[in-house]
């Protein structure tokens, strides 16, 4: 099965994901971190974000793998970038701005995406992002599109990134969750829509637990019958 999670940054999929995943002793994907990963390497050679080709090579170069255990970010799931522990320099807000910058660019996605469906060809695997259930997985089993009100979602990045010594002010975190969200949404290319078929969650006033606890309930409901869905394209 294929559990897609989709939603705007600080809604909760990545932690909400992980536990999910945890429990069902399924695979966690992050696929953020994978678009991370382009920025951050570009940042790290100096190349421009804006150079497509460029970012288009770091992506297809990409050696990435998602680790249940370990990891520098301490909540029990790493990822490894050329084998070296990446977990917590990816988080970084430099990092994020610069993914979103490149995530909006064709051929980064194409090559992202199409490593996307490769990883999780093998099903058993919890995914989020941001076109999970409409791009890369348009049939996935169980879809969950979470939202929460942007204050609570720039409080939940800051108490993050404070409790790992990257904080920013509040204010500030609020500012960028607001306008990286604007960009994912507005950006031409597989922006951030909800999949006709997803069920939307509002995590604004749950607990991690109570999202995770009502994520489970749903997927243990599953209704295996054939439904339609629309697929979408990049
Ligand atoms: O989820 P996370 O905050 O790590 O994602 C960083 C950025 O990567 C997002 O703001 C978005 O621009 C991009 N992204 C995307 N599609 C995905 C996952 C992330 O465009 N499936």
Redesign the pocket.
């Known amino acids: 099965m294929i559990i897609a999670i989709?939603g705007p940054?600080g809604s909760g999929?990545?932690t909400v994901a992980k536990l999910v995943a945890t429990r069902l002793n399924y695979r966690y994907i992050?696929?953020?971190?994978?678009?991370?990963t382009v920025a951050w390497t570009a940042q790290k050679k100096g190349l421009r974000l804006a150079d497509e080709t460029a970012m288009a090579e770091i992506a297809r170069d990409m050696d990435i793998e998602f680790v249940r255990g370990g990891g520098d970010g301490g909540d029990g799931y790493s990822v490894r970038v050329r084998g070296e522990d990446a977990t917590l320099r990816?988080k970084n807000e430099t990092v994020?701005k610069g993914?979103?910058v490149v995530?909006?660019q064709k051929s980064v996605?194409e090559i992202?995406v199409a490593k996307?469906r490769q990883i999780g060809k093998a099903g058993n695997v919890v995914m989020?992002?941001?076109?999970?259930g409409t791009v890369?997985f348009p049939h996935a089993e169980k879809k969950f599109f979470f939202v929460a009100d942007a204050e609570e979602r720039g409080r939940r990045r800051y108490e993050e990134l404070k409790s790992k010594n990257l904080s920013l002010d509040l204010q500030g975190m609020i500012q960028e969750i607001r306008q990286?969200?604007g960009?994912?949404r507005r950006?031409k290319i597989?922006p951030?829509v909800m999949a006709d078929d997803a069920v939307k969650v509002n995590t604004t006033r749950l607990s991690i637990e109570e999202v995770a606890e009502y994520v489970l309930k749903n997927i243990n409901n599953l209704d295996t019958t054939k439904k339609k869905v629309r697929i979408s394209r990049l």
């Open positions: 989709d940054a999929k990545s992050d696929t953020g971190a994978m678009y991370r990816l994020g993914a979103a995530a909006a996605r992202l996307q989020d992002g941001r076109d999970i890369v990286r969200d960009e994912d950006r597989s951030l």
